[in-house]
């Protein structure tokens, strides 16, 4: 049974970093993309950062561009998100997310089979 486990999340004011992890186990996913994603209530889930499988080729939303960065550790199966500049919109329920397959559009949420329980991060102004 495939399992994401966030950890990493919390409170932190408006200009501090935080780095996310996700933990993975079931299977390996060292050739396929996983991705971060956000969502705040009332809203849609928001993509936020994607890391592909193989070469390692990254993608940000431009609202995160140059402030955050997605990692990944193959041997230990998991991804990270380092997140520096925070701002109170950055504010969400932070989610990990693994694709059981190659998606040219690896921004969708809806091509990403496996999926986190999400860690909530608050940015204090």
């Known amino acids: 049974q495939v399992q994401l486990v966030e950890s990493g999340g919390g409170l932190v004011q408006a200009g501090g970093s935080r780095r996310l992890s996700c933990a993975i186990s079931?299977?390996?996913?060292?050739?396929?993309?996983l991705a971060w994603f956000r969502q705040t209530p009332g809203k849609e889930r928001e993509f936020v950062a994607f890391?592909?499988?193989?070469?390692?080729?990254?993608y940000y939303a431009d609202s995160v561009k140059g402030r955050f960065t997605i990692s990944r550790d193959n041997a230990k199966n998991a991804v990270f998100l380092q997140m520096n500049s925070l701002k109170p919109e950055d504010t969400a329920v932070y989610s990990c997310?693994?694709?059981?397959?190659?998606?040219?559009?690896?921004?969708?949420?809806?091509?990403?089979?496996?999926w986190g329980q999400g860690t909530q991060v608050t940015v204090s102004s």
């Open positions: 997310a693994a694709a059981n397959q190659y998606y040219r559009d690896a921004y969708s949420s809806s091509n990403y089979a496996y």
């Open positions: 079931g299977r390996s996913f060292s050739g396929y993309t």
């Open positions: 890391i592909r499988g193989s070469g390692g080729t990254t």
